[in-house]
């Protein structure tokens, strides 16, 4: 399973914001990358917006969101519990792109499950993703790669 580091990596590549804000493709986002947006927005959600929320209150829904992740990548990519923790987290990593994205990189997956991490490290950082998140993307490659 993932490893203690996959909050810090996730607040590192994301970032902690308590008062919402509309991302870069106009979603409403709040806490660490969580999209208020997807579904229509609760009652809560709008309160969210209004108000803000606590550092508490974003990493609950910050392991809300990784547990989401984690259920969609049993879902529609169950091999990956075979990786190393390090390689789950960059997984669960790159779901918070969201899962549907994730399952367009068809190369990338197919190297992952078959345990060709240097070819899936260096597709990975061919994507339009790669070019988006730069850095990011080079650390989760590095994951992938290294394997730790």
């Known amino acids: 399973m993932t490893t203690p580091n996959l909050v810090n990596d996730l607040i590192r590549d994301e970032g902690e914001r308590l008062q919402a804000y509309k991302d870069t493709v106009g979603l409403w986002t709040i806490g660490v990358g969580h999209n208020l947006d997807a579904g229509g927005l609760t009652d809560e959600e709008k309160q969210m917006i209004h108000d803000g929320i606590t550092h508490q209150r974003a990493i609950q829904i910050l392991q809300q969101d990784i547990n989401n992740a984690v259920a969609a990548l049993d879902h529609y990519q169950p091999w990956w519990r075979t990786l190393t923790d390090r390689r789950q987290d960059a997984m669960v990593n790159l779901c ?43 650390r989760i490659a590095d994951i992938i790669r290294i394997g730790q």
């Open 96 to 138: 918070f792109m969201g899962i549907g994205s994730l399952n367009t990189f068809t190369t990338f997956l197919k190297l992952m499950r078959t345990g060709q991490y240097d070819a899936a490290a260096a597709d990975l950082l061919q994507t339009k993703y790669a070019s988006q998140v730069h850095q990011r993307a080079n």
